[in-house]
């Protein structure tokens, strides 16, 4: 699918001048808004943005999207999934 929008050609230029790739961007965007509304899980948002599990966290993160857990609620939540 291809989605595509319009902005000014003066702003373009500005973001290509500061390097961003405008593509890129805005499919990470609109890929991580859909993971916010529980649309997308995280497995189908790493293989879109055709990242590892790592990458897709510190994306994530990097956009305020990540988990930031204490370390007693991950060690917890590592308990939970221990079989008995």
Partial sequence: MKISLEISHD???QLRT???DLNRE???VYLMEQYRQAKLSH???QEALGLSFDATEQLLKK???GQNLEIEEFEAG???LTPY
Wanted: charged letters at 45%; proline letters at 0%.
């Fill in 11 to 13: 702003i373009e230029q």
């Fill in 18 to 20: 500061e390097g961003a």
């Fill in 26 to 28: 805005a499919k990470e």
């Fill in 43 to 45: 497995r189908q948002l």
């Fill in 63 to 65: 956009r305020g999207l």
């Fill in 78 to 80: 590592r308990d939970l």
